[in-house]
C-alpha cells in the first residue's frame, strides 16, 4: 500500500524558503540589488535565484511567457517575485496568486496569469493592507516598496491572505488562438528570444491533423521544409522550424537571428501545411 500523498502548504516550505525574480529591469543600475536586499531584510535565510532581469522593457506578454515556463522547474512552496510594470503608481492593483505549489507576486496586468495557470489557484489577494509594506515616498518602485516586502513576508511564512482583501478575478495575457485556413494552420510569432529565435503559439496538439505528413512553415515569404529536432541539423546560417523547450514551434537561424534575418516581429503570422508530395 503507497504512503498517503503529502500537500505542501506554499507559506510552509520546509527547507529555506526559495523567492525567484523576474524583473525588466536590467543589472545596470542597481534596482535588482536593493529588491534582493529588501527581501533578505525580512527573510534572511531566503535563497534567491535570479530568473531574469532582462525582459523588454515593458514587454508584459514576454515575461508572462518567461514565468510560465519557469516555475514547474522550482521546488514547492516557492514564491516567485515579478515585476514588469508600465502601470506602475497608477490604477492597476498589486496582487498575489497562491496556488497548490507556489505563490506568485507582481502587477495585476496580466504578467503572472500565465504562471497562474499551471498549478490549481487557491486564491487571489489584492494587496491593500499598506502595513506591509516599505514606507516611501515613491510611487515609481513598487518593486522595492510593495513587492519585495511582500514577498520577503511570504517568504518568512505570512500566510497570503492576511496581506490583502481576497478577491476572485485578475487581469489575463490573452495568447492568440490558432486558427484552420484553407488546409493550412495559421499562428502568429508571440516572443522573440535574446537569440532572435521566433516562438509562435502554435504547439504540437494544433497540428494533431498532419500528423505522419512532411510538413512545411512559411513565415515572411519564406518557406521551410520539415521541423527538424535540434539547431544542428541544418548548415550554418540556415533557416529551420522545430518544437522548442517550451514545446512551441520555434523558427531559427543556425547560430544567426532568424528576426533579424526574416525581418520578422511578433504578430507575424506563421502558416504550417503539408508540404508539396508528402
Known sequence: MSAPRRT????????????????????????????????????????????????????????????????????????????????????????????????????????????AERSPRRRVVHLDRSSWFRESGSRTFHGRDVFAPVAGHLAAGTPAAELGSEIEEYEHVVLPVPRSIDGAVEGQVIHVDRFGNLISNLRQEDLAAFRDSELSVSIAGVRIRGIVTHYAAVREGGTLALWNSWGRLEIAVRNGSAARHLRAHPGDRVEVRRASGS
Open 8 to 115: 505542501v502548504e506554499p507559506h510552509r516550505a520546509e527547507a529555506d524558503p526559495v523567492v525567484s525574480l523576474l524583473t525588466d529591469f536590467g543589472e545596470r543600475d542597481g534596482f535588482v540589488g536593493v529588491i534582493r536586499a529588501v527581501i533578505l531584510g525580512i527573510c534572511p535565510r531566503a535563497r534567491l535565484v535570479d530568473l531574469t532581469h532582462e525582459v523588454r522593457p515593458q514587454d508584459v506578454v514576454g515575461g508572462a511567457l518567461v514565468l510560465e515556463n519557469a516555475v514547474e522547474y522550482f521546488p514547492p512552496g516557492t514564491v516567485h517575485l515579478a515585476v514588469v510594470d508600465p502601470g506602475v503608481g497608477g490604477a492597476r492593483r498589486p496582487i498575489v496568486i497562491e496556488t497548490e505549489r507556489f505563490l506568485l507576486v507582481g502587477p495585476d496586468n496580466g504578467l503572472l496569469s500565465l504562471a
